[in-house]
């Protein structure tokens, strides 16, 4: 998946430059410019990324980096570790 | 008169914020400068956009896209949209860890332990702190001339440049020395929200009074004059592609960075980048488009002239209420300094205060109090250099402008540490010096070849026309003008805006190695922050790979192996 979502990502990023709209002047809807009309379905394409990042490439290790330290700092310390299972009670 | 009552009205609600932030504060340093690393998902997400936002979003936009067209949203905004939740994904996230796990409170802090390095945090501090101060100078610049304007009335304004710079530097001032991080952040939200509020007001009410846009584009479409403004016609390629690099700059400064390391769970991040983007496209989209329609009601404006057009879209179209929340929402974009304010105030109280031994000489407290005396200097030498430099906001609008390009440009230093094992100190010293020599560089070529940037004919000198690249904060609002021509909006001539002139080479003996717009000097027509950025990541790379990398104890530090993990837990 991760793969798949690094080739996703970098597409993305090259469909900002879009020279097939550079001189068009048509209207869509009958009031909006059609390169106006493109960026601002990219800006929801780059939500729909980021959420596809999110779902498939979270950094979930850092958050349990935080677990292994906070887990050792409270078992090093005997007043935390009594903090701490008076929180969990 | 109103508009000015409305914008007081606005300043006691923020510095009201602040007070109460103040009450729910704790006295260790965490707490003020961090907000104790306890924010919520919901004000992380509009302050950290908030913090971001600026004069240039709402005001800047549309004038740009008055002269230039719908690009503006694609070079500015949708590139935005997708690179700065890209860079707060994977570099803010990463921040965040490393500051809760090690106590990090700013970049300089992290990077110094990194590379176990003292000196190299010292030249990021200094250099960071000097592409920052003129933000905070212009932010009280820009006050002191918005309030005049917006108090003018019949010529004569109620509210002096010299008093309402004070005012603004007064009120920020206070809510960032009560409130600390917590104070700054519940403003930023609360801005955000009227930012959000104001588009979408301005948006309907403008389109109710003009019968809707269907007519106004297609008449623009129709007329050979204004017809590129719908495409990007007036954009060169070079300069669209050269600007997906400026976003870069949002994660690397400071008070972004800082606040990155406020959030209370890894998982605020989750909602904050994927809305993002949503954010920006509401914000810019009206601007922009605002900017294009204001193409066909007030043709003619010269460049100095079209960064109020949203103004004169609306004075003409609503009344004195909507007007005074404009004037609000103006001052909301001004003082987006305040988090730069508290950002050097931090850095300075842990890179310098406590880096250096007072912390532990002098306790925490002191160290706490320190920060808060910082806050009242900066503010104060930013009233009095906004009051000694008052016609020179040229100088200042040019640093903020190649400081954007600077802080994108320090990126591949923050990647390196973060990802790279191999990075070294040496490395990043030498990406910094080469970003410090080309912002300066760049500023020196700008500013010398002044007198041969081309510009249309009856526009004024290029600094001061400046719709340019990186947006000083408040470029626009410090042109805002009185009541009365406000009102008056329309010049009496039916010309288009006009085009861009093409650029002209600045030293013809080196061919179109450097080029001279009507803002800036480019690379063969790309923005320097293209060479700059490059030229950093290549010196990162082979500087780090010719020197030693740090000890083991280190890395395996900030990058432990599995069975590191399993040893602490």
Redesign the interface.
Known sequence: MKPLLAIW?VL??LL????W?????S?VF????I??A???G???L??I???L??RFF??GQ?????V??A??AISADPARAAAGSEARL | MTRALIVFAYLAIVLYIGIFAFRRSKTSSEDFFLAGRKLGPAVFLLSLFGTNMTAVAILGSSGIAYSRGIGVFGLMASSSAIVIPLTIFFIGTRLWALGKRFGHMTQVQYLRDRWECAGIGTFIFALTAAMLVPYIIIGVMGGGQTLEAISTVDGKPWVSYEFGGALVALVVMSYVFFGGMRGTAWVNAFQTVLFLCFGAIAFTLIARSLGGFDQIMQGIAANPRTGPLLSRERMPAEEFFSYMFIPLSAIMFPHISIMCLTAEKMGHFRKTVIFYPICIMLIWLPSVYLGVVAASQFPGLRPGEADDVIIRLLTANTGVLVSGILGAGIMACVMASDSQILALSTMFSEDIFAFYGGKKRFGEQAQVWTGRAFVVAIALFAYITALALKDKAGIFELAIRFAFSGFAALAPIMLGALFWKRSTKWGALAASVWVATCVIGTGYLTRASDSIAPRPPGAPPARAAAPSAALPQVASSTRLQPDAPLLGAARPTSAAPRPPAPPVQNNPGLGNLFLRNATTVTVFGYLPVLPMVVGSALLMVLVSLMTTPPSRATIEKYFPSNSEKTRIA
């Open positions: 990502v993305v990023l900002h430059q879009d020279i709209f550079w001189k068009d002047r209207l009958g009031s909006i410019p390169g106006l493109y960026h601002a990219y800006a929801i780059a939500a990324t980021m959420a990042l999110v979270w950094p850092l958050e349990e980096e935080q292994y330290v887990d050792s």
